[in-house]
């Protein structure tokens, strides 16, 4: 047998090795769609294990594969060191200027290695190492493709449904949409296509997590910017969407071009764009209401179907009482509330529903208590308590510093009788002020308090009752505390009461109120306040 002739047999099995690898590595950077000098770095790090195996876990070893030809090149790295402690990983620097004179103190020497056949248990292990190196950059891979599509609608397949929830197959990775994101009563089975909406996409332990909901309000919002070419163009701009999905939805759209109608056009010729939307969310009816930056004008639009009487808006609450006619009540409140929560979704406002009798009932009511109040305070008859209370005034207080003229005016009063009645409005005020004085004192109220700014003795008897007694004590309310606070959940506003809520106190003056207690109490200083009104607000910087 000829030497030269096994010589050249060998080589041309090493060069076919080479060429396998690199096909090998290409062959799976396609089909995973990742980058080959990943799949090429993942092969090097299994040569790496497979070789530690061989020549000791503890030895440094480094593999480098030639990405034109698949060579294979493995060295031993050795630690340029003063004394060496561990002859498998450090030279010393005499051994190391023997070899290089130009060797320093932490630089590597590399020695040539062999190369290697790998034995079953060591092939094995290279395997392992490359897949789970190539699930990585796969995952990564599919991360970077699909984070920035958060808000997007995609389309997939059905892989598998498991317990309720669907896994869609997006061809270049997996979603879910667990089984609270689906509209009710819709089914899946494999192998059916799926539109939904990306609601969030996070980096997990087992790789990127693909979230879809068919329930979320924006998912709605992308079809009809999908089938309404206005929309996508931003003449009209829908400005909000409530639903509940499978069933109703109000979506609020204004124009931009006074002569596009924003509802029309939604809406589409016979009705067919809306139809459209309808179809792929199992026939959920949907409301298109016109947007008004009116709170009032856009509640009453919100309410549709029904007619609405009268509204009556209390903006620091964000809450509106809508005034219907008796036969209207049932379509405004919707089956099962239906109609005003999507409504309250959609204005962001609490809204409250009483028929024109309940409205009556009520201001009679509350005639008949104004009636009885001034009567006993100011020691009338009830003709006289009903015609102040006829008259508009709310409280005694109002009664007390409003100008003479305005109750000498009132038929039937003269100058005399206004002096006398404001006389007895101001004595009783300053009864109740007493009583409500000694109860502070029995409560313990430190009389500093008072100072504060916006002080009253019925605010000092309501937090004296919350077992505040001195100025230290007061600084350390939150003005949430106070004022109270609201929390939107499921759609609803739920609102907190604070200590101060029965009083006409706005978060502003609360805020002064403890900034004020904190200086005093010595929390904070003048130049602590001057720096802190200096410093833009969020809106400032935003303008800015």
């Known amino acids: ?6 010589f050249k047999e060998k080589n041309m099995a090493v060069s076919a090795n080479r060429l396998e690898l690199l096909q090998i590595a290409d062959a799976v950077a396609r089909e995973k769609s990742i980058d080959r000098e990943i799949v090429i770095a993942a092969m090097a790090d299994a040569i790496q294990k497979a070789a530690r195996s061989r020549y000791g876990q503890e030895t440094n070893i480094r593999a480098d594969i030639n990405a034109k030809t698949g060579e294979i090149k493995l060295q031993r790295l050795l630690e340029v060191v003063d004394h060496v402690e561990d002859p498998v990983t450090q030279i010393s620097m005499e051994a190391a200027r023997d070899r290089n004179p130009d060797a320093q103190p932490g630089d590597f020497l590399a020695d040539q290695l062999p190369p290697m056949d790998f034995g079953r248990i060591a092939a094995q292990s290279a395997k392992q190492v490359i897949v789970q190196k190539v699930r990585e950059a796969e995952r990564d891979r599919q991360y970077d493709e699909y984070k920035d599509r958060v808000g997007e609608i995609i389309n997939g397949s059905v892989k598998r449904v498991e317990y309720g929830n ?14 609270d994101e689906l509209i009710p009563r819709e089914t899946f089975r494999y192998g059916d ?18 979230f879809l909901s068919r329930t979320h309000p924006q998912f709605m919002a992308k079809l009809f910017t999908m089938e309404v070419p206005e929309i996508y163009d931003g003449i009209i701009e829908i400005k909000s969407v409530a639903r509940d999905p499978g069933s109703r939805a109000k979506i609020a759209v204004i124009s931009r071009d006074s002569s596009i109608d924003p509802v029309g056009a939604c809406v589409g010729m016979r009705g067919s764009r809306v139809q459209a939307v309808v179809g792929e969310l199992q026939g959920e009816k949907i409301d298109i209401i016109p947007w008004s930056p009116e709170p009032a004008s856009f509640i009453v639009n919100a309410l549709q179907p029904a007619e609405v009487s009268k509204v009556v808006l209390d903006e620091d609450a964000e809450r509106i009482e809508v005034v219907v006619p008796d036969d209207q009540l049932s379509l405004a409140i919707g089956r099962r509330g239906q109609n005003v929560r999507l409504a309250s979704q959609l204005t ?5 529903i009483l028929t024109e009798q309940e409205e009556s009932e009520r201001r009679q009511k509350e005639f008949v208590e104004r009636s009885n109040l001034f009567m006993e305070a100011l020691d009338v008859d009830e003709m006289v308590g009903q015609v102040l209370a006829s008259e508009g005034f709310a409280s005694v207080e109002e009664i007390a510093y409003v100008d ?3 109750i000498s005016s009132i038929d039937g009063f003269d100058e005399d009788t206004a002096t006398e009645i404001q006389q007895r409005a101001q004595e009783y005020l300053g009864r109740i002020e007493e009583e409500r004085d000694a109860r502070r004192k029995e409560l313990g109220v430190a009389d500093e308090l008072r100072d504060l700014p916006g002080m009253t003795n019925a605010i000092l008897v309501a937090v004296g009752e919350d077992g505040v007694k001195t100025i230290e004590d ?3 309310y939150a003005v949430d505390e106070l004022t109270g606070w609201r929390e939107r959940k499921d759609g609803e506003t739920i609102n907190y009461p604070g200590i101060l809520s029965s009083f006409e106190v706005s978060r502003a003056d609360a805020e002064q109120m403890v900034l004020a207690a904190r200086l005093k109490a010595g929390w904070i200083t003048e130049e602590d306040l001057a720096a802190a009104e200096a410093e833009p607000t969020a809106e400032e910087e935003v303008a800015g």
């Open 1 to 6: 047998m000829n030497p030269k002739g096994n």
């Open 166 to 179: 669907v896994i869609v197959d997006l061809g270049r990775g997996e979603a879910i949409v667990r089984r």
């Open 193 to 210: 296509r799926v539109r939904a909406y990306v609601y969030d996409v996070r980096r997990e332990q087992r790789g990127p997590q693909i």
């Open 348 to 352: 962001g406002w609490d809204i409250d």
């Open 404 to 406: 003479a003229d305005d």
């Open 474 to 476: 007061f600084a350390g």
